[in-house]
């Protein structure tokens, strides 16, 4: 075992790393860009629809940016963005050096990357899918769509390996890894809402990788399983679809949650108000959105029972989630409230995730669900608990986090300035959708005729989304400005209360020199009430070991990548190479370098105690 690390290049440090804090910067990174890139797609969007029978894009462009932009923004930026903090910040909130696997915790990063990287092949190969992000059977079958489908099938298969993945570590990471003292009561509200979001992701992303599996077979080699006139059931894909499309919802807003639980009591200096109430109803909203999926399905004609049961069930989570909205509300009463930037995205989340809550109340009810169904009021809906719900909470989480990330604050100025135009374009964009949808305009359709009504506030609608696309280039500018110019801060710049802000300064490697006694739900805040401002150690300083760095989760991806496109293969006329080769190759590069992991002997390395206290020093 050695006690020194090798220099390494940049790339190649990057590449191999399994560093938590690291593989947290990358999805960041990469969550990012496609963020912009399906953002980009839905102001074409909006662009298209600004006039009546506009010709900005086609008919066949439009459905695959509709298609494209739903399936990015939910499987490759939101998650990823999401997952960057669970990376970076929850093992620090727990008092951990790693998670618990961090080799598969690199592999789930680079499935992830690979997987969407597959998927955005597509626009190469003869166009993206086309099929809505739902990829309904028929419209997803051979008969109706093309080649881009399949990149949709093997580009989401294998991202979703990486997804399951990550979400195992993380279960395994929360249940074994807590320091001494941090009991599950005593976890912070992010850890609580990662942790149950892992739960979700494990029972709802396996029924989608068989939906998958059974869509691609149908595709490549005829299998029928959603052709009625072979046997098929095109209602079969709507139920599996959707036992993991509802909770995916949850699985993304309930680490929102978790980060407004977090912005909220450190700027209104209180401790948040009601957490067991506020866990508990963490429990009872994943429970009860895993069980109302058809809700999404009332028009399909289930029969007025079902429809009742579903109606009735969804509703219900409007209580848990009352509860949550309260206790934010109780927890700024009396606070000494600051509205920085971080703040600002918090608070303004509460108001506009309940409103997506009671227009969420409004599509629960099956009669009326079928007045709303299809039109844009679901859009408006949909957008309010996604943009308005768990994208306010990540700008949220990035300014409050940010510090501790990259050592330097985002410039407060420009952040209250992209604040407003963000916030602005946001509700110009949604809340008059709401009209258009009430006022009958279908949705995912790519024109409308004038002279009914529509013109004014689709116009207004796309000028919203000019606001926020200004508002992200402010926030593009704010973080090269800070880089260069940004306050650099120490390692607890807002006078926080939760254990990621007690680590050292610059973030060493291994977190915590020693591992951190726990004592009260707010650590960090109760050693500055009752001791003397540092957590007390629960072990001896000693040297610390960690894992080493390992480039096999890299090219373990690049095997599943490879496979992927050889079963895409099947469907290309003429292709270069016999699909079986390509898709069989990419799977032995994949097990050989499982094989190589298994045989080969690595034992990690050690820092020495003189290493640890000369950067502790520093």
Not at 217 to 243: C, K, P, S
Not at 387 to 413: R, S, T
Not at 599 to 607: A, C, L, M, W
Request: aromatic share 16%; proline share 5%.
């Amino acid at each position: 075992m050695s006690t020194t690390t090798k220099s390494k290049s940049v790339l190649w440090d990057w590449l191999t790393t399994v560093d938590h804090k690291k593989i947290g910067v990358m999805y960041l990174i990469a969550g990012t860009l496609f963020f912009v890139k399906a953002g980009v797609m839905a102001l074409f969007m909006r662009i298209q629809l600004m006039y009546p029978e506009m010709n900005f894009l086609s008919g066949q462009t439009f459905n695959e940016f509709i298609t494209m932009h739903g399936t990015i923004m939910l499987f490759l930026a939101a998650t990823p963005l999401l997952f960057a903090f669970m990376n970076f910040i929850v093992p620090l909130q727990i008092g951990a050096r790693d998670v618990a696997f961090p080799f598969v915790n690199a592999l789930g990063f680079w499935i992830f990357f690979f997987g969407g990287f597959l998927l955005s092949l597509s626009w190469f190969f003869g166009g993206g899918p086309d099929a809505g992000w739902t990829a309904y059977v028929p419209l997803s079958s051979r008969d109706y769509a093309g080649l881009g489908l399949d990149f949709y099938v093997l580009g989401l298969q294998v991202s979703g390996i990486g997804t399951l993945v990550s979400a195992i570590n993380f279960l395994v990471t929360i249940v074994n890894m807590r320091a001494p003292g941090m009991t599950m009561m005593r976890l912070p509200l992010f850890v609580w809402t990662t942790f149950i979001s892992s739960t979700l992701i494990l029972f709802a992303f396996t029924p989608l990788a068989a939906g998958l599996a059974l869509l691609m077979l149908d595709r490549l080699f005829e299998a029928q399983y959603f052709i009625t006139d072979m046997g098929g059931n095109v209602v079969l894909w709507q139920h599996i679809f959707w036992i993991f499309g509802h909770p995916e919802v949850y699985i993304l807003v309930l680490p929102a949650f978790g980060i407004i639980s977090e912005v909220i009591p450190a700027f209104s200096r209180k401790r948040l108000f009601g957490y067991t109430a506020m866990v508990f109803a963490t429990m009872l909203i994943a429970f009860l959105g895993f069980m109302v999926w058809a809700h999404h399905m009332f028009t399909v004609g289930m029969g007025p029972i079902a429809n009742s049961i579903f109606a009735i069930a969804t509703m219900t989570i409007a209580v848990p989630t009352g509860i949550k909205v309260f206790n934010w509300l109780f927890t700024m009463w009396g606070g000494k409230i600051t509205f920085n930037t971080a703040m600002l995205f918090a608070s303004s989340f509460v108001p506009t995730f309940v409103l997506g809550g009671v227009t969420g109340v409004m599509l629960a009810m099956a009669p009326v669900d079928h007045l709303y169904h299809d039109t844009y009021f679901v859009v408006a809906h949909f957008h309010y608990i996604i943009v308005g719900g768990i994208v306010l909470a990540l700008f949220a989480g990035v300014f409050y986090w940010y510090p501790k990330m990259f050592g330097h604050k985002l410039n407060e100025g420009l952040g209250k300035l992209f604040f407003w135009v963000f916030f602005i374009g946001f509700h110009l964009t949604f809340f008059v959708q709401h009209l258009l949808g009430l006022m009958g305009m279908p949705r995912r359709v790519y024109t409308f005729l004038g002279d009914q009504g529509l013109d004014t506030f689709n116009f207004i609608s796309t000028i919203g989304t000019f606001f926020m696309s200004a508002a992200i280039i402010i926030l593009v500018i704010n973080v090269i400005y800070s880089a260069f110019k940004g306050e650099r801060v120490g390692a607890d710049p807002w006078d926080a209360r939760t254990l990621e802000w007690a680590t050292a300064h610059p973030l060493p490697e291994y977190n915590f020199a020693q591992t951190p006694q726990v004592r009260s739900l707010d650590p960090l805040f109760y050693e500055k009430i009752h001791g003397d401002g540092k957590m007390k150690p629960a072990e001896p300083l000693q040297d610390i070991h960690m894992p080493n760095g390992s480039i096999l989760p890299f090219i373990m991806s690049v095997g599943l990548f490879i496979s992927g496109f050889g079963f895409i293969m099947f469907n290309m006329e003429n292709p270069i190479l016999p699909p079986i080769v390509v898709a069989v190759g990419g799977l032995a590069i994949t097990f050989i370098c499982m094989i190589v992991r298994s045989v080969k002997e690595d034992h990690g390395y050690h820092i020495p105690v003189e290493e640890i206290k000369a950067k502790e020093v520093n």
